[in-house]
């Protein structure tokens, strides 16, 4: 079809013209867009161009008002649908293509459908925006050498900085801010995939002026932070981007409605995110953002993929090195804590004495089981319970219902008693009670009662454990230990301290008395004609006798003085801190006991009545040694029986020389 004069002389020439005297590309297209809307008789045209599909559509009109007024409706403009533009009053734009050469792309939009004889305008239109586009190939390639070697050189300083950085939040800065550069964002951030969802854990904003931290600058500002961990069912486009597995571009975020995690708040309009990811786990989610209209082109993505590739093993690294780090601490503290389990054990262990080792285990139990709020121990007698040690006030001791539930379970090392066994006592407050059972065989010797809070750690627990089980140990060797003590020092028959505890306790009250000069006294009494006992009743009656003079003695004494059988029928007091008189009423008041007390089967005897006679003698007045203590003694014994028996013989009050 022959071209018209009039589309020739108003719209091809000028074109050809421009063509030949525009400088660079945006002026020829400015003007061809002008020249082609004149010779339709229109101002609202513009020619929409791009260098290749990765890059956005740039517009290009007669005006500045016109071109702004594109670039908006623009942005969301596909790559090959050729659809009318529409704006917000209703308005149409009908796409015309510009036969560019690929990568290139050109629509040229008018108000109305563009007739057949156009096509040659736009093929004009298309030449000089190919040349306009190829006369720039030299500054494009520099352009691309400059973009590749910004990649590289944001690579090289990621790489410098993940192998320096060991710290996961100094990491995820470091990460942040290389990345931020690298690509020309204004903001980035930085999600780590944890079992709730995903949790923010660096953003970077580069706003002008540059106020480092985002959160910061929010924080400043009143605005709270966003939650720290955000549901994927709540992560938006995020979570697409971690189920994918693929990087993805958001052209316009305000089209999203809700960004998710409080994206919104930063004032986005623009992001793509990329999925950090290891051939077993998600990692976490690699976001870079602005807050002008853009779209990022497919180089600047793959920029950004390959920084993410570099922090995936990264943070892989460093979430290896702080695991390795905390097993590290781990294990020291547990070896520290070992140690000082054998200190523990070897402190409870060393003594003879249950209350000493009940206290060792009180004051060690809090460094192995946090928290403690108090600890007491009891140990089981004929009697019931005895506190033994402990740190709390509580002052009740364990209930019935508390072996109760102990037996039921087997008497396992520690228990945690249930809340109604805690009812009614003053522990029905505290957060958790634990018992631990001094537990040696079969025999439940006492109990740990703990008072803890509902959470604690096992490996401390176990330790508490350990350390109870020495404890019961060493309760029962005490208890073992002073069983054999006893009847090493315990007259057999009688119950009462035999004759070599009684010579051991009479020079240490020497040794006391000389120390200090203080007084005691010593008192040998001997049952009268217990020949005739034995003759009258039997030796078993006998032995009756001797075991009720032994329990009267004992019963009729204080806690501090030491009874014993001297030997045979004879028996010794000694008493502490007294003097001549004391001794004296002492002898006389058991004098007077013993021929009131009813012995069993005395009526049988001839006199039907059992008594005994006395001798005494006092430090220093009767001696400074042991020996002469016992020979004063003896002699006052002697001679109450050979005057009659039944009395006290009554040793010289002067200082014997």
């Not at 990811?277 to 082109?297: A, I, Y």
């Amino acid at each position: 079809m022959p071209l018209s004069e009039a589309l020739t002389r108003r719209v091809l020439e000028p074109i050809a013209k421009l063509w030949r005297e525009a400088e660079d590309l945006a002026e020829f297209a400015r003007g061809a867009a002008a020249i082609w809307g004149e010779g339709l008789g229109k101002t609202d045209c513009a020619i929409a161009f791009r260098e290749d599909g990765s890059r956005p559509w740039r517009p290009f009109a007669g005006s500045p008002e016109v071109e702004a007024h594109f670039a908006g409706l623009l942005l969301s403009y596909g790559d090959r649908d050729l659809a009318p533009l529409a704006d917000e009053d209703g308005r149409m734009w009908l796409p015309v293509a510009l036969p560019v050469p690929r990568p290139l792309g050109g629509i040229f939009f008018a108000p109305e459908v563009v007739a057949g004889e156009w096509e040659t305008a736009a093929h004009m239109v298309a030449a000089g925006l190919a040349a306009s586009a190829f006369g720039r190939k030299a500054i494009r390639a520099d352009l691309m050498m400059g973009e590749v070697a910004r990649k590289l050189h944001a690579l090289q300083l990621l790489t410098l900085n993940i192998n320096n950085a060991y710290d996961l939040n100094q990491l995820s800065q470091n990460i942040c801010t290389i990345v931020a550069q690298a690509t020309g964002a204004q903001y980035a951030c930085l999600y780590h995939r944890e079992p709730g969802g995903l949790r923010l854990v660096e953003d970077l904003a580069v706003y002008p002026p540059k106020q480092g931290s985002l959160r910061d600058i929010l924080r400043k500002g009143g605005i709270q932070e966003v939650a720290p961990t955000v549901p994927l069912s709540e992560a938006g486009f995020l979570a697409d981007v971690l189920e994918e597995g693929k990087p993805m571009v958001i052209p316009n975020l305000a089209a999203l409605g809700e960004p998710p995690a409080g994206l919104g708040k930063h004032g986005l309009l623009a992001a793509m995110a990329v999925p950090l990811l290891t051939q077993r786990e998600e990692l976490g989610v690699l976001l870079v953002g602005s807050r002008q209209p853009r779209l990022f082109t497919s180089a600047e993505l793959e920029t950004l993929a390959d920084l993410a590739q570099a922090a995936t093993g990264a943070l892989l690294t460093s979430r290896l090195y702080f695991e390795a780090h905390q097993e590290r601490n781990r294990v020291a503290a547990l070896v520290d804590k070992l140690r000082d389990l054998t200190k523990a054990t070897r402190e409870v262990g060393k003594t003879l004495d249950m209350h000493v080792a009940c206290k060792e285990l009180v004051s060690h139990l809090p460094h192995f089981m946090q928290p403690v709020h108090w600890v007491d121990v009891y140990l089981a007698g004929i009697e019931g319970w005895t506190f033994a040690a402990g740190s709390s006030t509580q002052g009740f001791k364990p209930a019935d219902q508390w072996l109760y539930f102990l037996d039921k379970t087997g008497y396992p090392p520690s228990l945690d008693l249930p809340r109604e066994a805690l009812e009614g006592t003053p522990f029905s407050e505290a957060g958790k009670v634990v018992l631990f059972p001094l537990k040696v065989q079969q025999a439940c010797l006492g109990l740990v009662v703990v008072a803890t809070e509902s959470e604690t750690e096992t490996t401390g627990r176990d330790m508490v454990e350990t350390l109870v089980a020495h404890t019961a140990s060493a309760v029962f060797n005490a208890i073992q230990w002073q069983r054999e003590h006893e009847r090493s020092i315990t007259d057999g028959l009688t119950g009462v301290f035999n004759r070599r505890y009684f010579n051991q306790r009479l020079h240490e009250e020497q040794q006391k008395g000389y120390r200090y000069n203080r007084p005691f006294s010593l008192i040998i009494l001997d049952i009268d004609h217990f020949k005739i006992c034995n003759d009258y009743l039997g030796h078993l009656a006998g032995d009756t006798v001797l075991k009720q003079t032994a329990a009267f003695l004992r019963d009729q004494t204080r806690k501090v003085d030491i009874v014993a059988r001297f030997g045979g029928e004879e028996f010794a007091v000694i008493l502490p801190e007294t003097g001549y008189e004391g001794a004296w009423q002492v002898a006389e008041k058991l004098r007077l006991g013993v021929a009131e007390f009813p012995f069993a089967d005395q009526e049988l005897l001839p006199d039907r009545t059992i008594t005994a006679s006395f001798g005494f003698s006092t430090y220093p007045v009767h001696g400074p040694s042991t020996e002469a203590l016992i020979h004063v003694a003896d002699e006052a014994l002697y001679h109450a029986k050979q005057n009659g028996r039944n009395q006290v013989g009554v040793p010289p009050r002067e200082q014997l020389e």
